[in-house]
């Protein structure tokens, strides 16, 4: 591990701290620690205590748009659990289109229909994939169960490890009692699709009670 060096202000070599550095980077500090895990773009020095310094040269660099990410792209997640609600999907994409055109920079849009809880989505597998392969720098979703209602952590997690930042937009905190409704929906949901006649009505009647008494 580098020992920090002292900070020399004025035409001499000045060391910049991580946040200072993520501000004219323009990135998160979580970007800039994601970047050294992966070894595309190491800090000059990391103090004793684990601070990380970006030097005077670094920061021509990373202003000569010499970005790390410059191979891999944005991506928006788009999600509804039925072609029922293909309108909603379209909703959907236009406002991830318009929040991230509004950051000028270039990006992709996946589109996947099927539930939260269902792990086979095409989308969804393509998405991993190529998170998986280091070619995502970051997954921007509308809300958090979009991407996915369970296993949303296991999938975060997979994405730090290749350096890729996951980004919700609307992060507004759901009762307990919200969620747990959401959830008992969804697997209800879900259930039902498997079932025929008269059981798959019955399971439909417990989902439409269910979202009435919420």
């Known amino acids: 591990m580098h020992t920090q060096r002292s900070v ?49 040269q670094q920061v021509r660099l990373i202003q000569g748009k010499a970005n790390p990410d410059r191979d891999r792209t944005i991506i928006g997640y788009c999600r509804v659990s039925s072609n029922k609600q293909k309108v909603d999907l379209q909703r959907q994409v236009e406002t991830m289109r318009m929040y991230l055109a509004a950051s000028g920079t270039p990006f992709e849009i996946v589109e ?36 996915l209602r369970f296993g949303f952590e296991l999938v975060e997690y997979v994405a730090e490890l290749h350096g890729t930042e996951i980004e919700i937009i609307d992060n507004t905190e759901k009762t307990q009692e919200q969620e747990l409704v959401e959830d008992l929906v969804q697997i209800i949901t879900e259930f039902s699709c498997k079932l025929q006649g008269k059981r798959a009505n019955k399971t439909k009647r417990m989902v439409k009670e269910l979202i009435a008494d919420d």
């Open 8 to 56: 020399i202000q004025g035409d001499q070599m000045r060391n910049y701290p991580i946040g200072d550095f993520a501000k004219i980077a323009g990135v998160t500090t979580q970007t800039l620690r994601n970047w050294h895990k992966r070894g595309s773009f190491i800090p000059a020095y990391v103090s004793e205590g684990g601070t990380r310094y970006y030097s005077e």
């Open 112 to 147: 996947d229909i099927g539930s939260g809880i269902n792990y086979s989505k095409k989308g969804l597998r393509q998405l991993i994939l190529r998170i998986c392969n280091g070619e995502v720098a970051k997954v921007v979703v509308l809300y958090k169960d979009r991407l």
